[in-house]
């Protein structure tokens, strides 16, 4: 599906159907043409409410308000409805409430969303009838936007979009397909096709640096382990930041194995890695200026004869000793290894992990919301409010002295599991503070990824399965600091 924006008004543009808004069920605007035919039709209007009528060659749709996160919501169940249909060209207006950069984004990303549908592996493969969408630049509350203008924020939300889907992709391929090695070479294809640069750590690899955390989850399984580092190098950057991803393309939990309700989806556990590869992808193509690292830490969490165990004691890279009493804490032994790496690797101004870390963050704060974690207030701060207006909800959930004392061990310098059956979400973010250097802890964010990356239901404009959680709040934070940035340097240059 293509989309393009066109100076023409709407009734000037040739297409099969007109997708039309109706905004807080009001069907007396004055660009809704069909009133007696909707009611008729028993539409209301309410969000993501749609209305086909194929003699008029319209469908409605409705939105609670022309706040971004309705329009993105409402656009991708119209284009839901109208692969149903045969339309292959469709036109439709702009919606300018608040911010017009914002609603026609949301507008091309709801659409992209829309679209997608996760084939792979059914034999008979999902309708994209839909190949064109143009958008008039004519907004239907007789104001306009700039077409020039219109063209870049569709430009851009179209490769957040498909950088979102991208990693959706990547998460819902099942475990025996998408393996640690497997993992690595999609970020090899990234790396060729967008021109970054890629080095690929196999076992020696990580025995030569240390990562005696990493490697002993990676121990019991078939599937060797894998370290990937891109790097996107662009001559104008302004700012050097490492991203880190918890990539286990399976978690069985190891020895203190899940019980069987619990592992299935246990796939997604590489969802962390993902979506760093579609933050490298999406920041590659807009190409800002901003230096950016992905690493990535891709194993598989197994039991076997050569499995490590509860009672081992391992020795991370940066030299500290994790007492282990439970090997499905996994992901915070392989992201400490990874957060040495990158900081001694990078030296980053700013330093991210995204991971699928605990259960006790779905607990927490349901299965939608990201949990922010970190030591400092105004990166939390200003890292929510850029996922709030990418369309992604996060929590911030608060470190404290007490917590901290719970993952203490007696024979090591830490434990790899709270001695509380409470605040595991904040407990394994301590725990990963220990990896941290004290020059990075204020540039550091952990981001507990576990429910909103994969869900069993589709919600909202989010398919069943994977959602890409984190591609789109990192790259709208990426843009807000180069604009604060430009803030900055134009207020000091008068
Ligand atoms: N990958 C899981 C966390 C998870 C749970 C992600 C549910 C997505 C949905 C992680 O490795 C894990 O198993 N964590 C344990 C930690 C516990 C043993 C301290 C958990 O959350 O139960
Ligand atoms: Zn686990
Ligand atoms: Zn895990």
């Known amino acids: 599906m293509q989309i393009e924006t066109s100076p023409k008004k709407r009734h000037e543009i040739e297409?099969?159907?007109?997708?039309?808004?109706?905004?807080?069920?009001?069907?007396?605007?004055?660009?809704?043409?069909?009133?007696?035919?909707?009611?008729?039709?028993?539409?209301e209007g309410g969000q993501d409410e749609t209305c086909f009528l194929p003699e008029k060659r319209k469908l409605y749709v409705g939105s609670d308000s022309l706040h971004h996160d309705d329009i993105r919501s409402a656009y991708a169940?119209?284009?839901?409805?109208?692969?149903?249909?045969?339309?292959e060209h469709v036109k439709t207006g702009l919606y300018l409430g608040k911010c017009a950069a914002q609603n026609v984004k949301a507008m091309a990303e709801g659409m992209i969303f829309g679209d997608?549908?996760?084939?792979?592996?059914?034999?008979?493969?999902?309708?994209?009838?839909?190949?064109?969408v143009t958008i008039s630049c004519e907004d239907f509350n007789g104001k306009?936007?700039?077409?020039?203008?219109?063209?870049?924020?569709?430009?851009?939300?179209?490769?957040?979009?498909?950088?979102?889907?991208?990693?959706?992709?990547?998460?819902?391929?099942?475990?025996?397909?998408?393996?640690?090695?497997?993992?690595?070479?999609?970020?090899?294809?990234?790396?060729?096709?967008?021109?970054?640069?890629?080095?690929?750590?196999?076992?020696?690899?990580?025995?030569a640096e240390n990562m005696g955390a990493f490697l002993a989850v990676s121990r019991a399984s078939d599937h060797p382990p894998r370290l990937v580092h891109l790097a996107y190098k662009p001559q104008n950057a302004k700012f050097k930041i490492a991203l880190v991803g918890k990539g286990l393309t399976y978690d069985s939990g190891g020895l203190s194995l899940k019980p069987a309700e619990y592992m299935v989806t246990m796939k997604s556990d590489k969802s962390g890695a993902c979506?760093?590869?579609?933050?490298?992808?999406?920041?590659?193509?807009?190409?800002?200026?901003?230096?950016?690292?992905?690493?990535i830490g891709a194993t598989e969490n197994m039991i076997?004869?050569?499995?490590?165990?509860?009672?081992?004691?391992?020795?991370?890279k940066n030299g500290k000793t994790i007492e282990i009493r439970n090997t499905d804490a996994e992901g915070r032994l392989v992201l400490?290894?990874?957060?040495?790496?990158?900081?001694?690797?990078?030296?980053?101004?700013?330093?991210?992990?995204?991971?699928?870390?605990?259960?006790?963050?779905?607990?927490?704060?349901?299965?939608?919301?990201?949990?922010?974690?970190?030591?400092?207030?105004?990166?939390?701060h200003s890292f929510s409010k850029a996922a709030t207006n990418a369309g992604e909800l996060t929590a911030t959930l608060p470190f404290n002295r007490y917590l901290r004392k719970l993952i203490k061990s007696e024979i090591a310098d830490v434990c790899n599991i709270s001695s509380s059956r409470y605040g595991g979400a904040i407990t394994a973010a301590l725990f990963l503070d220990h990896f941290i250097e004290k020059e990075y802890k204020h540039k550091w964010l952990h981001l507990d990824i576990a429910g909103p990356a994969y869900v069993e239901k589709p919600w909202g404009y989010n398919p069943a399965g994977a959602s890409g959680a984190g591609v789109r709040m990192t790259v709208k934070w990426f843009e807000q600091i180069l604009k604060q940035a430009e803030k900055e340097a134009k207020t000091s240059t008068h």
Not at 16 to 37: A, G, Q, Y
Not at 307 to 315: E, F, Q, T, V
Request: glycine share 6%.
């Open 77 to 87: 169940a119209a284009i839901r409805a109208l692969r149903k249909t045969k339309a």
């Open 15 to 43: 297409a099969d159907v007109e997708i039309v808004c109706v905004v807080d069920k009001n069907l007396e605007h004055s660009w809704i043409e069909d009133k007696e035919l909707l009611e008729s039709a028993g539409f």
């Open 144 to 207: 306009s936007l700039d077409c020039e203008k219109a063209k870049g924020y569709v430009e851009n939300a179209v490769i957040v979009a498909r950088a979102t889907n991208y990693t959706r992709s990547i998460v819902n391929t099942p475990p025996d397909d998408m393996t640690p090695e497997m993992l690595a070479l999609k970020a090899v294809a990234l790396a060729e096709a967008n021109d970054l640069e890629c080095i690929v750590l196999d076992e020696k690899g990580l025995e």
């Open 336 to 380: 400490a290894d990874c957060l040495c790496y990158a900081q001694e690797k990078v030296e980053p101004d700013y330093l991210f992990d995204f991971a699928t870390l605990t259960g006790a963050c779905v607990v927490a704060l349901g299965e939608y919301t990201t949990g922010v974690m970190g030591h400092d207030r105004t990166l939390k």
């Open 304 to 316: 076997g004869g050569n499995a490590y165990k509860p009672d081992d004691i391992l020795k991370a």
């Open 275 to 295: 979506a760093v590869l579609g933050i490298m992808k999406a920041v590659s193509e807009l190409k800002l200026p901003i230096e950016v690292h992905g690493i």
């Open 116 to 132: 997608y549908e996760y084939d792979a592996y059914k034999s008979e493969k999902a309708k994209h009838p839909i190949k064109k």
